[in-house]
């Protein structure tokens, strides 16, 4: 893209290109754990949650394997249980919450123009603390009662319901695991949230006033605040659990009177705040992508942050939504279908937004707006199945079914997935130095976007068919099979698509053309620092006197200030 | 894969697209009827906000892409930073939208779980275990399991079934979708539903709050039978069970009631009164055992008793380890318990 | 490769934040209530369904004593800050000895409560549900006055040795928001356990 030469600076000499001499593996690895850059842990978050992508991702492939017959007996019924136990908890703990998080350390200090979050050093405690809660969860194949394979992973399902969880029926130490692991990765959480926040809130460089922030920063502020109150009951009711299973307490002990439906309050009070923290930045990843490739400003800025403000107040009131099967009772139903529903208006207003953004644009399809555009789409459909589930009644026969399973692999694969693919092909040039190959970029979206809609169109139709979820097999005569076959069908696309990403990365990494400081001709403060950043970001911290201050820079002459 | 079943895929594509056996719908009672109604509402709009929405992402994405060949196409666009006219317009509509459909969501809610209960209705309890399902008739003095019977309710004359339901270990849920949504099934909490099928026949469903390990065969059966029918039925389940002259099926149930057989399962007139496992006073006027697993036939009776886990990995039935005349016996008796 | 663009600086007048220790308190003090919230529903929704005593009405006595004791002491942290304020060493190291003292009583009494619960009552965590609940609520909340008295232990030290002076008391003063929520939990659990519960 066209965009005149950004002003040369003092900071020249800063050059990233000085030649190092070569330094032993052992003292760059030392130089990675020890680190407490908010750049590198942001890194780490990244890889690590790469890794356990891939990982989890084979463990849906065998679950697919698995259905795509009736009465298949491709692995056994434990071990399928443990497979989407497994998938799921690593989905969410171990792939979703870390590479979110690690964009936010990458970028929210970066774009406030700061030279590192708040707390480095409790930065640094945060990921290491995570990453072992997802190796204990991993050790569970060893630990968990013997050597004796797939049988001892948890299987108790990623939302664990009591009793199951109970010695009584969870025998064994693989769901003790699973709490440790939760319980640590949720400490994690919380240390990063509390330092996203304090970084926001105490970090600005001057003239960055809360109504100029970048719209990404709002939403990791939103999502971080959200973290406090969402993940804490989570740890709190993983405490009671453990306190059940090591010390005979009984919370969650049917037996001694205790509550089944307690927990399940507890981990949704958790688990639907949950998932907006998984969205959020999503959300945060398109207002800054979608403006850039559209050549504009974001339409209705302050209408945006209300908007996020109100989806996080509005989260921690709906999630007996989850629970309309319980028999909480007409009356509470009816009030959880209500708050359930009333957030499609905020998360309307965004959709609405981003489309008046692309309006009169100019729009550039680039890998990362492809993304971006994909998961428009998506998320409009993923969001219109989510206000079916919401109607009582209609979610009596939904919930539980495959079309629960469609439902939220929208939201989280065609939504969220598809924004992180968006910001890795956006911001990858930033952190690495080198572009990644548009025309692989190309093909992994078309590849992955097959895939996508093979698996998880279809899903909708055997859950309507009456197919529940979380059976390792069911019968040949439900007229179930057909659908099950198109669906792992696409897993495999989904599979290519992703290895095509991941050899995108490698080969960008060491082949690809130099990136330059600002390849993409953007607006925040990232942009102007050299690509990678140096370990102080910013040789001489800016002030910015709008919410676009290299649009500023670029354009003196109709600077943003001007309207704002 | 080597036992996996092939199944005839020309079978399996009529199916596949026409409403299935389980299908939500095809309703055959009023709650899956009423919710049917109200889904199709609900799928229309959202059907509608659905084309007009991707509709206009569409036009946008198509009439404002960047086209290299126009005159100024390296000129920005003109910025636009917001309009409160169009932001209130995309606020207020969606609001009316989700009043309407609450208020259409709440007369369902209330029809379904909150009307008074006729005095013609037929009580059943019903008690989830770790995988099959327990049902008793309190009034019929009628126990039974796995396979439900409930009389077929005429519109004009509604005799329609009341579950009282709970369960023995973990949560389940009960979801027959042709006659009514799903509710689950939960320890030291007492859930009811009911269901009224207009039309004789079988209906079929399956467990679907996961449970445990069998969670995927703990299927349901529910029967609906005409007036006459169920009658008859309730009739013979009071029974005790029968005596089968079969010196055979006698020697089964001698060996049966020397075993440990008897501290799980109730056979009535007899004294075997475990209640761990399924009551088999009547197990074979059963069509199936194991919950729906397999077809009830001396065969599968036999290799069920014989090693339950070849069927259902994880039973909580153990293998009984009998020498193969025991099991012929065995095999013998439980198929005399018409 | 270097051109890095730099903001040309905008004149900003004072451009004051937060400071980022107060901030982080808060948040964390935020993810602390809501851990206690929810220990606290679960001893509510537990109340009176117990299937076997003993219960709480015949067991527990009001710790009035100790209470004060516990309250009390955010008076003498607060105190302790003023006094480090005003660069007065001496008086600082008294006021938090003072709140070290407070707090050590109360978890005596915490101690002494405990003991009589489970030697004389036979009252442990797996008795029964309020067993289950008591013991959690009230051991969690001890749980986090003995990091407060570690921390206010550490403090004394500093400030008696003299490695604590007025340009500490930023930090002092995000201890003593620790200690303040503490105290603010207390009353929550004391309503709850020996007012309402009984
Ligand atoms: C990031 C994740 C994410 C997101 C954003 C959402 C968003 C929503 N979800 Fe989803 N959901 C999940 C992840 C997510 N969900 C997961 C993981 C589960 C299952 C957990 C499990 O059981 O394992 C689940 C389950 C789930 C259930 C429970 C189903 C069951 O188990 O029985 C329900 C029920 O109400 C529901 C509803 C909704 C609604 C109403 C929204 C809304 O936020 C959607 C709002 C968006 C729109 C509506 C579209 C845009 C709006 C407009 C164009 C305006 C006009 C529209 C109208 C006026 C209608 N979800
Ligand atoms: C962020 C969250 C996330 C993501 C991205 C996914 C991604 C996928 N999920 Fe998952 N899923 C959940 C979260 C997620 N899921 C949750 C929370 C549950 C509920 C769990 C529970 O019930 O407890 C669930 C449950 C779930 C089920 C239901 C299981 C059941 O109820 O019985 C299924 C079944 O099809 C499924 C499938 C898939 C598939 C095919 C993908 C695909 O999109 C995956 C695509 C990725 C890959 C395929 C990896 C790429 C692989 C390589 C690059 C290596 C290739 C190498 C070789 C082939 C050797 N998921
Ligand atoms: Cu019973 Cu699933
Ligand atoms: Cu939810």
């Not at chain 1, 290491?128 to 299987?155: M, R, V």
């Not at chain 1, 370990?535 to 800016?542: K, V």
Request: glycine share 8%; net charge neutral.
């Amino acid at each position: 893209m066209a965009a005149d030469a950004p002003v040369p600076a003092e900071t020249a000499q800063t050059a990233t290109t000085h030649s190092a001499p070569r330094r032993l593996v052992l003292d760059i690895l030392n130089d990675w754990v020890t680190t407490v850059d908010h750049k590198k842990i942001g890194l780490m978050y990244i890889g690590y949650a790469l890794v356990f992508l891939v990982v989890a991702g084979i463990q849906a492939l065998l679950m697919r394997i698995q259905l795509s017959l009736p009465n298949n007996d491709f692995v056994s019924p434990q071990a399928f249980n443990s497979l989407f136990t497994m998938h799921g908890t690593t989905m969410v703990f171990f792939v979703g919450m870390p590479i979110l998080f690690g964009f936010g350390n990458y970028l929210v200090p970066l774009m406030i123009g700061a030279r590192d979050m708040a707390f480095p050093r409790l930065n640094a405690f945060s990921f290491w603390i995570s990453a072992f809660g997802g190796i204990l969860l991993y050790f569970s194949y060893f630990g968990a009662s013997g050597l004796y394979g797939a049988g001892s992973a948890p299987d108790v399902g990623w939302f664990a319901y009591a009793p199951l969880t109970a010695r009584v029926f969870s025998p064994g130490h693989s769901t003790d695991y699973w709490t440790l692991a939760i319980l640590l990765s949720g400490i994690g959480s919380i240390g990063t949230a509390l330092n996203i926040v304090a970084t926001t809130i105490c970090m600005r460089c001057p003239g960055m006033k809360l109504s100029r922030m970048p719209l990404l920063v709002w939403l990791y502020l939103v999502t971080s605040s959200l973290v406090f109150v969402a993940v804490s009951p989570l740890t709190a009711a993983q405490i009671m659990l453990m306190l059940d299973r090591y010390i005979g307490s009984h919370f969650f002990d049917t037996q001694a009177g205790g509550s089944a439906v307690l927990w399940m309050h507890f981990f949704w009070i958790f688990g639907h705040p949950e998932v907006y923290i998984l969205i959020l930045p999503a959300f945060a990843f398109a207002n800054e992508i979608i403006p850039v490739f559209s050549r504009k400003a974001i339409f209705g800025y302050a209408a945006m942050v209300a908007a996020s403000v109100g989806i996080g107040f509005i989260s921690l009131s709906v999630w007996a939504h989850h629970m309309f099967t319980v028999g909480l009772g007409a009356g509470a139903n009816t009030f959880f279908v209500l708050a359930t529903m009333i957030i499609s208006v905020p998360t309307g207003i965004k959709l609405f937004n981003w489309l008046a953004t692309l309006w009169g644009g100019k729009i550039h399809f680039t890998a990362s707006m492809m993304f971006a555009i994909g998961f428009l789409f998506q998320f409009l459909i993923a969001g219109l199945t989510g206000v079916m589930l919401s109607i009582a009644p209609f979610d009596w026969q939904l919930g539980n079914s495959y079309f629960v399973v469609a439902h939220f692999h929208y939201v989280l694969v065609g939504g969220i997935l598809f924004m992180i693919f968006s910001a890795f092909y956006y911001w990858f040039p930033k952190m690495s130095g080198k572009m990644l190959s548009e025309k692989l970029g190309k093909w992994h979206f078309w590849i992955f976007l097959i895939g996508f809609h093979l698996t998880f169109d279809f899903m909708h139709v055997p859950g309507m068919l009456g197919m529940p979820r979380r059976i390792y097999t069911y019968e040949a005569d439900r007229g179930w099979m057909i659908w099950n076959m198109i669906i792992s069908s696409g897993a495999i696309f989904q599979a290519a698509g992703t290895l095509l990403f991941v050899y995108n990365m490698i080969w960008s990494y060491f082949k690809g053309p130099v990136a330059g400081p600002d390849p993409w001709d953007a607006w925040t403060l990232e942009w102007s620092t050299p690509s990678p950043p140096p370990a102080y970001n910013f040789a001489e911290i800016p002030s910015v006197a709008s919410r676009r201050p290299l649009w500023d820079l670029k354009h003196p002459e109709d600077p943003d200030s001007n309207y704002e | 894969m080597a036992r996996t079943v092939w199944p005839d895929l020309a079978a399996q594509i009529p199916t596949g697209f026409s409403h299935g056996s389980t299908s939500i719908f095809a309703p055959a009672g009023t709650p899956a009827h009423s919710i049917f109604g109200l889904s199709m509402l609900v799928l229309g709009i959202t059907l509608a906000i659905f084309l007009v929405v991707a509709g206009l992402f569409l036009y946008a994405v198509v009439r404002y892409r960047h086209r290299a060949e126009d005159a100024n196409a390296s000129r920005e666009p003109s910025q636009i930073f917001g309009s409160n006219q169009i932001e209130l317009s995309w606020t207020v509509i969606p609001i009316l939208i989700v009043v309407l459909l609450f208020l259409a969501t709440t007369r369902v809610i209330f029809m379904t779980q909150s009307i008074p209960k006729p005095a013609s209705s037929l009580d059943i309890n019903v008690v989830g275990h770790q995988f099959w399902w327990e049902y008793s008739y309190p009034k019929l003095g009628v126990v039974t399991a796995n396979e439900l019977h409930i009389p077929v309710s005429d519109p004009k004359k509604p005799t329609p079934s009341y579950l009282t339901m709970t369960s023995a270990d973990t949560d389940h849920s009960f979801w027959v979708p042709r006659l009514a949504g799903k509710m689950d099934l939960i320890p030291n909490q007492i859930n009811t539903m009911w269901m009224d099928p207009q039309q004789a026949g079988l209906y079929l469903g399956q467990c679907a709050q996961y449970c445990g390990v069998q969670h995927a065969k703990m299927l349901i059966r529910v029967y609906a039978d005409s007036p006459a029918d169920f009658a008859a039925w309730v009739a013979h389940q009071k029974q005790p069970a029968v005596e089968s002259a079969d010196p055979q099926a006698a020697a089964g149930r001698a060996i049966f009631q020397h075993n440990s057989c008897i501290s799980c399962h109730t056979i009535a007139g007899t004294v075997a009164t475990g209640r761990f496992g399924p009551d088999l006073t009547h197990v074979a006027s059963r069509e199936t055992i194991g919950s729906g697993a397999i077809p009830n036939n001396p065969a599968n009776l036999r290799a069920f008793v014989d090693n339950p886990e070849h069927f259902k990995p994880g039973v909580l039935m153990p293998a009984m380890h009998m020498n193969d005349k025991d099991l012929d016996a065995i095999t013998a008796y439980l198929a005399s318990l018409k | 490769m270097s051109e890095a663009a730099v903001i040309p600086n905008v004149t900003t007048p004072e451009w004051e934040l937060p400071s980022r220790g107060v901030v982080g308190m808060v948040c964390l003090i935020v993810a602390e209530a809501a851990i206690f919230t929810i220990f606290v529903v679960a001893y509510l929704y537990y109340v009176g369904k117990d299937r076997s005593g003993p219960t709480p009405r015949e067991v527990l006595d009001l710790p009035i004593f100790t209470s004060v004791c516990l309250l009390s002491s955010s008076l003498t942290v607060h105190f302790a800050v003023a006094a480090l304020h005003q660069a007065r060493r001496g008086l600082c190291s008294l006021w938090l000895a003072a709140t070290v003292l407070l707090g050590g009583i109360f978890l005596g009494g915490t101690a002494h409560e405990w003991y009589k619960l489970i030697v004389h009552d036979g009252l442990t965590i797996q008795t029964n549900l309020f067993g289950t609940t008591f013991y959690s609520l009230v051991g969690l909340h001890a749980s986090h006055v003995i990091i407060g008295l570690i921390m206010l232990s550490l403090a004394l030290i500093f400030s008696l040795n003299g490695s604590m002076t007025a340009k500490h008391t930023g930090r002092l003063e995000v201890l003593s928001l620790y200690w303040h929520f503490v105290d603010a939990v207390w009353v929550v659990v004391f309503t709850v356990v020996y007012i309402l519960g009984r």
